[in-house]
T-cell receptor, first 114, second 113 residues
Framework: DQQVKQNSPSLSVQEGRISILNCDYT??????FLWYKKYPAEGPTFLIS?????DKNEDGRFTVFLNKSAKHLSLHIVPSQPGDSAVYFC?????????????FGKGTKLTVNP | ETGVTQTPRHLVMGMTNKKSLKCEQH?????MYWYKQSAKKPLELMFV???????ENNSVPSRFSPECPNSSHLFLHLHTLQPEDSALYLC????????????FGQGTRLTVV
């Protein structure tokens, strides 16, 4: 059973507009959430994170929002740039079976069109 | 330069072959991980090493055998693999066991024929 779900496999946005990538999780024990960005032929790179004690974290053009009651988080990219085109992975972390575990979603492929 | 280096980048092997994947980090991290990424599936955690000791084996078949000779190097030994094992294998490291962001290598694209 998938604990971290990214229901949109792909998203296409015009340059300069806002990109919104969504992620849902099922495990209420998750207390730390991360977004990773992956270009083809490269490993994922850390983008931004948020602790469960916050509902928003902003870093430049990237903002992550967390809605704990809905078990939902989203990544906003404003304004979107062609270089943002990549696969974005949502990940969640929390105690499971006595140890911390990082669980990833399947990813959403973002295409930003010039 | 990600700080985590994986070799080889691409590997094609037969089902009777024995090969090894190598991961190296000089970030001073104490935890290292192997992940598997298959097409259209989430990243799957395979093994976790903390201070050279294996702390987690995520129900991985015995045809995958990890080795961590020191805190900077991690190997994944492969033998008698199946075509469905074809995937991108990613190594990652973090300062401590999963309480900080993990740094990933570029991955090894493995094809089993």
């Amino acid at each position: 059973d998938q604990q971290v779900k990214q229901n949109s496999p792909s998203l296409s946005v015009q340059e300069g507009r806002i990109s919104i990538l969504n992620c849902d999780y099922t495990n209420s024990m998750f207390d730390y959430f991360l977004w990773y960005k992956k270009y083809p032929a490269e490993g994922p790179t850390f983008l931004i994170s948020i602790s469960s004690i916050k509902d928003k974290n902003e870093d430049g053009r990237f903002t992550v929002f967390l809605n704990k009651s809905a078990k939902h988080l989203s990544l906003h990219i404003v304004p979107s740039q062609p270089g943002d085109s990549a696969v974005y992975f949502c990940a969640a972390m929390g105690p499971q079976g006595g140890s911390e575990k990082l669980v990833f979603g399947k990813g959403t492929k973002l295409t930003v069109n010039p | 330069e990600t700080g985590v280096t994986q070799t080889p980048r691409h590997l094609v092997m037969g089902m009777t072959n024995k090969k090894s994947l190598k991961c190296e980090q000089h970030l001073g991290h104490n935890a290292m991980y192997w992940y598997k990424q298959s097409a259209k599936k989430p990243l799957e955690l395979m093994f976790v090493y903390n201070f050279k000791e294996q702390t987690e084996n995520n129900s991985v078949p015995s045809r995958f055998s990890p080795e961590c000779p020191n805190s900077s190097h991690l190997f994944l030994h492969l033998h008698t693999l199946q075509p469905e094992d074809s995937a991108l294998y990613l190594c990652a490291s973090s300062q401590d066991i999963l309480n900080t962001e993990a740094f990933f290598g570029q991955g090894t694209r493995l094809t089993v024929v």
